[in-house]
């Protein structure tokens, strides 16, 4: 039982349907969010997953200047180094970002993807199991 209740402490689920957990990463803890325009935003503090995929969907992160957690779409990231992690977004975008609370909600999301600007993720792997090109692909 003990072991249970810690592995509870490294995942916690975030939706009813159990599809997306938030978890620690000794990989990012810590590491400072930087902007596309060179502004620091403040430290990634834990990652959201969606286990059946085996894939990060989001980093939270503590926003200093807004005094508040939000979720980072991990398809706005450009990369990763020992102490930091830069993102294709501008400060201005990540000031749009909704605040996170504790739980995640397909609308949730939506709010999230449509403050930056970009396609939802459930969005292009549909596109992509479909077999049918980006609607920005010149060769659609």
């Known amino acids: 039982m003990h072991r249970r209740v810690r592995e509870r402490r490294r995942a916690r689920a975030l939706d009813p349907d159990e599809r997306l957990f938030e978890i620690g990463s000794r990989e990012v803890w810590q590491s400072l969010l930087t902007t596309a325009d ?5 430290p990634v503090v834990r990652q959201v997953v969606e286990a059946r995929m ?6 939270v992160v503590y926003d200093v200047e807004e005094e508040r957690h ?10 990763i180094t020992d102490s930091r992690v830069y993102s294709s ?15 995640v909600s397909r609308s949730y999301e ?5 403050a930056v600007g970009r396609t939802p993720y459930w969005v292009e ?7 049918r090109p980006p609607a920005d692909d010149p060769e659609a």
């Open 38 to 42: 060179g502004r620091e935003v403040g």
């Open 89 to 103: 977004l501008t400060r201005e975008q990540i000031r749009l970002l909704p605040a996170f609370e504790s739980r």
């Open 54 to 59: 085996y894939t990060v969907r989001y980093l």
């Open 70 to 79: 939000l979720l980072l779409p991990s398809n706005t990231i450009v990369d």
């Open 125 to 131: 792997e549909a596109r992509f199991a479909s077999g």
């Open 110 to 114: 939506e709010q999230i993807y449509q």
